[in-house]
């Protein structure tokens, strides 16, 4: 079985709610991308989410914008990606790992040699925010075959004919983007999100995780009473940007943080 089932079937045995960290591979430098995941799994996350650095991240905000920047500056691609996670895989066999990025990178790699390399490294799904399920026909054949699910953004405009065929081809669980903007840029409203995921309930049985606007422990333990699983991503990135300069401590503070969410996360 796929680590992210194993791991979404064993929170639901635990009436557990997934918290889903994000961080940018190579931020501030590939070197400590590892230790930042270690970090992170010690402080209760449940699955992580990589981010593929990319010089155009058009549904992304300034924040992990620059992120991606500082990343590719010190030379990340998407074969050191690959190099992360075998070096995070040498202690934590466990942790499902979903790469979050763009086509781009992929389709330089080719679709059977990216899935290949996913599953040899230890990566249990990929997000590809610029594929849409209509096109993405040849690559998941690629995925499947190589045990990796094929995770999908819904978003609040999202029709009902289009939730049914995200419904159709996601696996692992289906992201749900909780604003009408970027990540990072708006306040979240639960009671909306609240509505918006018991209609989307209809179109698919997988988990349904919110993202974007998760900023701290309260807004991120009032998603969990909604969501089966809560992503944060910018709160993170921004914390690494403001300590970029001190890469030593950005562990340690990651680590305060998310275990602040977790705990909020569990109380309630």
């Known amino acids: 079985m796929n680590r992210i089932d194993q791991c979404f079937a064993r929170l639901r045995e635990e009436s557990r709610k997934a918290l889903i960290p994000y961080i940018t591979a190579g931020d501030p430098a590939p070197q400590y991308t590892s230790d930042f995941l270690h970090a992170l799994v010690d402080a209760g996350a449940d699955l992580l989410e990589i981010g593929v650095p990319f010089s155009d991240p058009m549904a992304d905000g300034p ?102 065929v995200i419904g159709r081809h996601g696996s692992g669980y289906l992201y749900y983007v909780s604003l009408k903007g970027v990540t990072g840029s708006a306040t979240i409203d639960v009671e909306a999100v609240s509505r918006q995921l018991e209609h989307l309930r209809q179109f698919s049985d997988l988990p349904l995780c919110v993202g974007f606007g998760i900023r701290d422990a309260q807004s991120a333990a009032a998603v969990a009473r909604v969501a089966d699983g809560v992503i944060v991503g910018s709160a993170l990135v921004r914390l690494i940007a403001d300590n970029a300069d001190t890469p030593e401590v950005i562990a340690t503070k990651l680590a305060n943080t998310l275990a602040g969410m977790r705990e909020a996360m569990d109380r309630h």
């Open 63 to 164: 924040v992990i914008q620059k992120a991606c920047e500082r990343a590719l500056k010190q030379g990340t691609r998407l074969t050191h990606v690959f190099e992360i996670v075998r070096e995070f895989r040498r202690e934590d066999a466990r942790t499902p790992i979903v790469l979050m990025g763009y086509l781009n990178p992929i389709e330089r790699m080719g679709y059977e040699t990216f899935a290949r390399e996913c599953q040899a490294a230890g990566v249990d799904g990929v997000l590809i925010v610029d594929m849409p399920p209509e096109e993405a026909d040849q690559l998941s054949e690629y995925l499947r075959a190589h045990q990796l699910h094929a995770v999908y953004l819904i978003a609040p405009t999202t029709s009902d004919e289009r939730a049914a």
